[in-house]
């Protein structure tokens, strides 16, 4: 399967769960089978839970996180699995649905996983905030790690003024 992280250098929302929902959609349009992959931030489970199995819901919100069973009501034909163990779930979704893709949500710093393409959400209205790494800043780690995106997308933008500061930053 062709692993597509879509993730973010800073806390804090920057669209990535509907950048995972267009993306799933879009690679479904052109007949290929896609496999959510998520942490399941916040739930009240610690194993792997299959979220969704394509057709029926089979989890809460509670037991799958909130951004999971988002994605599970509305990505028909895409099955969603939480694992906090993001290499474990990957096993787990080649050996059980083989998919051509698997979409891995808030995945940029999760490195345990080989991925063929890093796309990295950039909040044009916070920025990267003071360029600190927590808990003294927004950034989950220096800027540095940028460089092993792929793909940047800029959001926010119809709200931001210094945008060009943003593309330039080091």
Do not use: W
Request: glycine share 8%; with cysteine; hydrophobic share 35%.
């Amino acid at each position: 399967a062709v692993v597509i992280s879509i993730g973010n250098i800073t806390v804090g929302g920057t669209g990535k769960t509907p950048t995972v929902e267009y993306l799933s959609k879009y690679l479904l349009a052109f007949g290929k089978t896609v496999v959510v992959l998520s942490r399941g931030y916040r739930r009240d489970s610690n194993e792997m839970l299959l979220v969704s199995d394509r057709e029926t819901i089979l989890v809460d919100s509670k037991l799958s996180g909130d951004e999971p069973y988002l994605l599970a009501n509305n990505l028909k034909n895409v099955p969603i699995v939480v694992d906090k163990n993001r290499y474990h779930g990957g096993m787990y979704i080649n050996d059980t649905f083989n998919p051509d893709y698997i979409i891995l949500d808030d995945g940029f710093q999760h490195r345990k996983i080989r991925r063929d393409i890093d796309i990295v959400l950039v909040d044009c209205i916070s920025g990267f905030g003071n360029h600190k790494i927590l808990p003294s800043g927004i950034l989950r780690e220096p800027l540095s790690g940028l460089k092993r995106a792929k793909v940047f997308i800029f959001t926010r933008t119809d709200q931001a003024q210094n945008i060009d500061s943003l593309k330039t930053q080091k």
